[in-house]
């Protein structure tokens, strides 16, 4: 069965300091992979998204950025963290050629100081 | 611009009784529409509905599509405390984009 991880599972990061967060997913491959922000009591708000290895799509303008270095790995990152990119970091994966829904990974709570 | 309302903001209930959370969008390229549950972390999913009209079952939970006014219920019935979440709802739009709502906090009292 196919399991995505992501970690780590909490981070406190001084202003300006770089990011750098992982996801995997084993047991399937070529998925579609994605990155999302939730503010407190919001939505989820669509980052980055991928398609394929080296191809990367973002959805907003923001201080992140994303790559994809092997087929089943995504990585958010950013060179200087600002207060405003404090969040919960979603990551998650779909098999669009079988019309499946998204499956989320646990999720990084990001706190800048 | 896509858009998606969730109704209720946040509801409580007590244990047994019925709830309907509401879900209305407007999103380009509509193929379709997904629940999920969220409780302290990862969005676990519950329906993935595709065409107008055809109720989705999952135990005590119950979700139907209206393709045509642009609007889901998710139904919840004899409810516990266990249902206690946020549920999300989410259409899947152009590029099989997920445009998420800001959800429904549920809490159940026993």
């Known amino acids: 069965s196919q399991t995505i991880h992501q970690w780590p599972a909490t981070l406190v990061q001084p202003v300006g300091s770089p990011l750098s967060l992982e996801c995997t997913v084993e047991g399937t491959s070529n998925p579609n992979l994605y990155w999302y922000r939730q503010a407190a009591g919001r939505g989820l708000q669509l980052l980055f998204y991928?398609?394929?290895?080296?191809?990367i799509s973002s959805e907003v303008p923001q201080n992140l950025s994303a790559s994809r270095p092997q087929d089943r790995q995504f990585i958010l990152s950013s060179k200087k963290l600002l207060l405003s990119d404090s969040g919960f970091y979603l990551c998650?994966?779909?098999?669009?050629?079988?019309?499946?829904?998204?499956?989320f990974g646990d999720g990084t709570r990001l706190s800048i100081l | 611009e896509d858009k998606v309302v969730q109704s209720p903001l946040s509801l409580v209930v007590h244990e047994g009784d019925t709830v309907t959370l509401n879900c209305s969008y407007e999103?380009?390229?509509?193929?379709?529409l997904l629940w999920y549950k969220q409780e302290k972390k990862a969005p676990t999913f519950l329906f993935m509905l595709?065409?107008?009209?055809i109720e989705k079952k999952s135990g005590r939970l119950s979700s139907i599509l209206d393709k045509k006014e642009l609007f889901s219920i998710l139904n919840i019935t004899a409810t516990q405390t266990g249902d206690s979440a946020v549920y999300l709802c989410a259409p899947q739009g152009y590029g099989n984009k997920l445009v998420f709502g800001a959800g429904t906090i549920l809490r159940v009292k026993s």
């Open positions: 999103v380009t390229n509509f193929r379709s």
């Open positions: 998650a994966w779909s098999d669009l050629a079988r019309n499946q829904p998204q499956h």
């Open positions: 595709t065409s107008s009209g």
């Open positions: 991928s398609v394929g290895i080296g191809q």
